[in-house]
């Protein structure tokens, strides 16, 4: 599994937007990156998968430069609710167990 | 519709005991797993059922943890004689089985062992 490398910690206000870039060199052919997000006593939940270019859904956007030797979640407009655990995995779409990190906290300040 | 629930939402127990936990999938899902979170750390893979078995128990720290899914719904995690470095949030998800995608977890039970 490839290992990933993101922030510890992120500090962020209300209304900017919030980039978090997942470095993981040894990221294989097959691999997928995925992230999850996770709020204090719940469990994690999928934000948003890619495989390279540009993902984007309703709650983020996803990056993958051609290399693909890392990536970066960017969150519009974050607020309050934002803050959290985010967590960058990336594994071969056949896998079935998730390999989590210590993940990235956000923390967003009025 | 409803998600993954897990029971208790909290445990303690003595040094020694069994305990049981509980983790209800989504209906139709046919995968699911166990995960271990300690404090500051992301969540570990313990075991995975598709169906009624154990496709993947690699992650079981030793043979006091074991886990069912006798009807391929429903699932226990049962530790034996628990230990003070067992004491973590365990989580459970379910999913639809199609590999590394998408994963719904669970609330987890906060198992305390004094």
């Known amino acids: 599994l490839a290992k990933t490398t993101q922030p510890i910690s992120m500090d962020s206000y209300e209304g900017q937007e919030v980039n978090i870039t997942c470095s993981h060199n040894?990221?294989?052919?097959?691999?997928?990156i995925t992230w999850y997000q996770q709020f204090p006593s719940q469990g994690p939940r999928f934000i948003i998968q890619?495989?390279?270019t540009k993902v984007t859904n309703e709650v983020a956007s996803l990056f993958i430069p051609a290399d693909r030797k890392s990536s970066t979640l960017s969150l519009p407009r974050v607020s309050l609710s934002d803050t959290a655990v985010y967590y960058c995995l990336v594994g071969d779409i056949s896998f079935q167990k998730l390999v989590f990190g210590t993940g990235t906290r956000l923390l967003v300040s009025p | 519709g409803a998600g993954v629930s897990q029971t208790p939402s909290n445990k303690v127990t003595e040094k020694g005991k069994y305990v049981e936990l509980r983790c209800d999938p989504i209906s139709g899902h046919t995968a699911l797993y166990w995960y271990r979170q300690s404090l500051g750390q992301g969540p570990e893979f313990l075991i995975y059922?598709?169906?009624?078995?154990?496709?993947?128990d690699s992650g079981l720290p030793n043979d006091r943890f074991f886990a069912v899914r006798p009807e391929g719904s429903v699932s226990t995690l049962k530790i034996q004689r628990t230990e003070r470095g067992d004491s973590a949030v365990y989580l459970c998800?379910?999913?639809?089985?199609?590999?590394?995608?998408?994963?719904?977890f669970g609330p987890g039970t906060r198992l305390t062992v004094l």
């Open positions: 890619g495989y390279k």
């Open positions: 040894n990221i294989a052919t097959n691999d997928y």
């Open positions: 998800a379910s999913g639809q089985g199609g590999g590394f995608v998408e994963q719904f």
């Open positions: 059922f598709q169906g009624t078995g154990a496709a993947d």
